[in-house]
Nanobody
């Protein structure tokens, strides 16, 4: 069965750090770009970061809202993608989802999405 599993969410204080991970089941990352989205109930989904696993350079995109605070990386030995969140803010509280995208185009695009994870909840206390 093909699926994505996110982990690492939880409660963190404002200014703290948290690491989210995304692991595919049933396929490998090497044919996909990996994007992270976040969405709170009643709010629009925001594509915050994306990394290419196919261009040989690991090209990475960050939305302005997370640039300089979040770092996305691929661990090819473990077939995992990690999102390191530092200096988190109350506004970062959301459900975070990873997605497998057919191609890297900078901001993650819904049109390129093949697989979508159920998400992991991040709560930042003020």
């Amino acid at each position: 069965q093909v699926q994505l599993v996110e982990s690492g969410g939880g409660l963190v204080q404002s200014g703290g750090s948290l690491r989210l991970s995304c692991e595919p089941s049933g396929f490998n990352w090497d044919r996909y770009a990996v994007g992270w989205y976040r969405q709170a109930p009643g709010k629009a989904r925001e594509g915050i970061t994306c990394i290419s696993n196919t261009d040989g350079e690991g090209s990475t995109y960050y939305a302005d809202s997370v640039k300089g605070r979040f770092t996305l990386s691929s661990d090819n030995t473990k077939n995992m993608v990690n999102l390191l969140m530092t200096n988190v803010e109350f506004e970062d509280s959301d459900v975070y989802h990873c997605a497998a995208l057919r191609r890297y185009a900078g901001p993650p695009r819904d049109a390129d999405m093949d697989h979508w994870g159920k998400g992991t909840l991040v709560i930042v206390s003020p």
